[in-house]
């Protein structure tokens, strides 16, 4: 059994539609880690996870912040760029640990430290051509398998 999928995102609407159907298949205490070229969509990926659940916040890139902090009806959402974090004190650093299992986490740039965690789901994005990307999404923790599955399944025709 596989656990990941491959799709072929053609245009930001495809990405926007497989961004909402895994913000409506994650819960409090996920890490998603996203990682892949740098201009490939990471931060649009977060914007439209973060509108598909509904929340009024702009999603801006925390690059320099660091983490932004935003809010919907059902949970708060944390927001990571980890691209000027090189060491593992530097990340632990930050204590933004308590957070991981209060809210759902996006961590731009976190393939680095993904040893820290003990499940996650991996999103990597890479640049096919100026519009479209491909996209696989991987997991660690059984917890994640059924939005693999949900994947497949949705996403059928553009599976790689």
Not at 36 to 53: I, N, P, Q, R, Y
Not at 68 to 85: E, K, M, P, V, W
Not at 91 to 105: A, K, M, R, V
């Amino acid at each position: 059994m596989d656990n990941s999928v491959r799709i072929m995102l053609m245009n930001e609407n495809e990405t926007r539609k497989v961004a909402a159907k895994i913000a409506e298949n994650c819960r409090i205490g996920d890490i998603l880690i996203l990682d892949g070229d740098l201009g490939a969509g990471k931060t649009h990926f977060t914007k439209w996870f973060v509108e598909s659940l509904q929340s009024g916040d702009d999603v801006v890139s925390p690059t320099f912040s660091i983490a932004n902090f935003y809010r919907t009806q059902a949970c708060g959402l944390l927001h990571i760029d980890l691209y000027r974090i090189e060491t593992f004190r530097e990340f632990e650093d930050l204590g933004l640990d308590d957070y991981f299992y209060q809210s759902i986490t996006l961590i731009e740039w976190g393939k680095k430290f993904i040893s820290y965690f003990d499940a996650y789901i991996l999103i990597s994005l890479h640049i096919n051509d100026e519009n479209s990307r491909l996209m696989t999404v991987s997991y660690k923790g059984e917890q994640h398998k059924p939005l693999i599955d949900i994947l497949n399944y949705e996403m059928k025709g553009s599976i790689c």
